[in-house]
């Protein structure tokens, strides 16, 4: 056999360890479930996708590229050896850098007007119609209708135009699409060359720009220095300032002065004549100390030697003549006055060298007073002469300044001259431009896989908005966990649910029979009075109304049936009866409870009809007569089983639950939002209704993406 039914039918989770926020749980099992329910909007969208990507594969236009291989060296070929000077510094430190200017120079607009001022796409339409391009008809006010061809050429040759480098290498890649494949290559050759001229022309361009402005720096530097060296010289003049060094050829240590010059040689003559004059001193006093024959000029004087010889001769004859005769004796005195004469003669000589050393040192002091007196009156003049040569100096200085200026800058000059003639050039094309073969675009493949991938984004996006916007009751979980409501059992999808209860052992009998055990099983037993209702009409209430009745009939319970549904009653569809003489015509005293109830099946189910629809239905519900009516009628059932309105928008149901001891909130699997139903169960709430739990009826768990067989259903029968 085979039975169906749901675990946790009449065992709730406690509502203290539920989630109070109504939020549902992220896991794989929802999301896919989620996926599953959108699928055919999801095979809508892949479909349409894919379709517009085949259909726009088929109907666009058809792109040719072609491409150049240009190598972009850094640095160009040397040819005089100096033209290292022009190449940028900062270019050389940052290759990523100078190699995106380089990009960017392709891309500029000077290089497509030179590309088509080469080609002649100026000149008519041909081009921009090869493009696809609708040429302006008429200019604007600010600008003809040949600027504004020439400006919708150059777009479109900007626009069809991309340049990259490959990898590592400076291989840069210039490629050009356009509907003509010839086109496409005469125009990436073009760009080629275009581009190399370009970069020769800014390159003559810098050099001639570079010499006319060192020519103008020239011709200024060379006036300054012209005005600076009249101004030095000028100054001179005035001043009557002579400088020897020019005459001594600017040798080091020449002064700068005749004043200066002049000083120097006093002080050279002072520094002389003062030695000089020590000298004297020191002689003259060493001289005046001594006695005349200590004296060395005098020994030394060959006179001076005579005379003491003859002295000595003289002094001897005088001890001979002394030793034979007396001391008058005329040849004695001869003798001795011989002596005296010649002592008296030394002492004359010895006198005059004493007086001529004095006086060497006389003329050597007054020398040096005479020169020590002039170097005073130099002193002044030279301090006056060098305050005016301060400013010489700095007029000078600027002189020099300038002539060094000028001398580099003329070098430079010279050097960017001889360079002039001379074109350098870092580009070279590596391959041309070939004629292309098939067209480049549009890749069916390519555009297959951005369709698939926005087909997946649009319908992620499509599950998110349908889940959030349509956050349906679809699983047991979501009454017990979002709704915090005790869940009495959940009734499989069925058309034929008359057929279902028939067979005691079907899944929807066993449902059934679950909600049966359920409500006995709770507190107070089986009640006596049992409502049905729901949020919304075609949920199931009636029908599930029916099979409860059908399911206590099988324990032998009489069961009643009102349909108190008195705007859109349906129990008596069920039971293929009419609507008549029914619980409007009981309520409004046409005839008592009794003569309106029918058993159209005999099997202890009876039913009250809901009668003709009156206009007052809520009147008639909320009135003292129906609830007397149920307590009557209480005493005749074992079970009264009320079949109400919805919820939501009506009293009926909000009236009735609070006077019956059960009310059952049936759930359709699918239908019912979570906003929807939590409003509906806090109005049944706020009525002050006694709710037993809610059944989810038209429950399909693949059908809703959950798949058979988990931990909603479980599957018991008999192997064969």
């Avoid at 055919?40 to 590229?65: D, E, F, H, N, Q």
């Avoid at 020398?367 to 100096?393: C, M, P, V």
């Avoid at 759930?667 to 409003?679: K, W």
Wanted: hydrophobic residues 40%; proline residues 4%.
């Amino acid at each position: 056999m085979k039975f169906t039914t749901a675990p946790d039918a009449g065992f709730e989770i406690p509502l203290d360890q539920r989630p109070a926020d109504g939020t549902k749980a992220f896991s794989l099992r929802e999301i896919w479930a989620g996926v599953y329910r959108s699928r055919v909007w999801i095979g809508i969208i892949m479909a349409a996708c894919i379709g517009v990507a085949i259909a726009y594969s088929l109907l666009a236009t058809k792109l040719y590229k072609s491409e150049v291989s240009i190598e972009v060296r850094q640095e160009a070929e040397k040819v005089l050896g100096t033209e290292a000077d022009r190449e940028g510094a900062s270019s050389k430190n940052d290759t990523e850098r100078f190699l995106q200017t380089q990009l960017e120079i392709i891309r500029s607009r000077g290089v497509a007007a030179t590309v088509a001022e080469s080609l002649g796409l100026y000149r008519g339409d041909a081009f921009l119609e090869a493009m696809k391009i609708e040429p302006a008809e008429k200019g604007t006010p600010n600008q003809s209708l040949q600027q504004i061809h020439r400006e919708q050429v150059e777009q479109a040759l900007i626009a069809h135009v991309d340049v990259e480098y490959t990898g590592n290498t400076r291989i840069a890649e210039l490629t050009f699409v356009s509907p003509d494949p010839r086109l496409s290559a005469r125009v990436a050759n073009a760009y080629a060359d275009a581009f190399i001229r370009n970069n020769l022309s800014r390159k003559a361009d810098s050099s001639t720009y570079a010499l006319d402005f060192l020519r103008n720096q020239l011709g200024e530097a060379q006036q300054r220095l012209e005005r600076a060296e009249r101004q030095a010289l000028g100054y001179a003049r005035r001043l009557r300032l002579v400088d020897p060094s020019n005459a001594a050829g600017s040798v080091a240590g020449t002064p700068q002065s005749l004043l200066s010059a002049q000083l120097i040689q006093l002080n050279q003559a002072y520094s002389g004549a003062l030695s000089d004059r020590i000298g004297a001193e020191q002689k003259w006093q060493r001289t005046q100390a001594m006695p005349d024959l200590k004296i060395p000029e005098v020994l030394q004087n060959p006179a001076v030697q005579s005379l003491l010889q003859q002295r000595a001769q003289s002094a001897a004859t005088y001890r001979q003549q002394l030793s034979t005769r007396q001391a008058d004796y005329p040849t004695v005195l001869e003798a001795s006055a011989q002596s005296r004469e010649y002592d008296r003669q030394i002492a004359t000589i010895a006198r005059n060298i004493r007086d001529t050393v004095k006086s060497q040192y006389d003329i050597a002091l007054s020398r040096e007073q005479t020169l020590a007196r002039q170097i005073e009156q130099l002193k002044s003049t030279t301090l006056d002469e060098q305050s005016q040569g301060i400013q010489l100096s700095i007029l000078r200085r600027e002189a020099d300044t300038s002539r060094q200026q000028y001398d580099s800058l003329l070098r430079r000059f010279n050097s960017l001259n001889a360079e002039a003639g001379v074109q350098t050039n870092n580009l070279s094309i590596v391959d041309q431009a070939q004629i292309s073969e098939g067209p480049s675009w549009p890749k069916l493949p390519l555009i297959l896989a951005l369709a698939i991938f926005i087909g997946m984004l649009l319908s992620f996006v499509c599950v998110v908005l349908r889940e959030q916007l349509f956050d349906a009751v679809r699983i047991p979980d979501d009454v017990t966990d979002r709704l915090r409501l005790a869940l009495l059992g959940s009734v499989p999808d069925t058309d034929d649910i008359g057929g279902e209860m028939a067979d005691p052992k079907s899944s929807v009998s066993e449902a059934f029979n679950s909600v049966r055990t359920a409500l006995a099983l709770s507190e107070g037993g089986m009640p006596k009075t049992v409502l049905f209702t729901s949020s919304q009409a075609g949920e199931g209430k009636s029908s599930s109304c029916h099979a409860l009745a059908l399911s206590l009939a099988r324990l032998g319970k009489t069961v009643l049936i009102i349909d108190a549904d008195l705007r859109r009653p349906n129990a008596h569809r069920l039971f293929d009866v009419k609507n008549q003489n029914g619980l409007s015509g009981v309520l409004a005293g046409l005839l008592p409870a009794h003569e309106a109830v029918q058993s159209p099946q005999g099997n202890g189910v009876f039913l009250l009809p809901a009668g003709d629809i009156p206009p007052n239905p809520s009147e008639l519900v909320n009135s003292p007569q129906f609830m007397k009516m149920v307590t009557e009628l209480t005493g005749r059932y074992d079970v009264v089983l009320i079949d109400s309105a919805p919820v939501l928008g009506i009293a009926d149901a909000v009236i009735l639950s609070s006077e019956v001891e059960a009310t059952v909130f049936v759930i359709e699997a699918g239908r019912n939002s979570i906003r929807g139903a939590t409003n509906a169960l806090a109005r049944l709430r706020r009525g002050g209704g006694n709710l037993a739990g809610a059944l989810l009826t038209k429950y399909n768990p693949g059908r809703l993406g959950y798949g058979y067989g988990n931990d909603y259903a479980y599957e018991y029968r008999y192997e064969s």
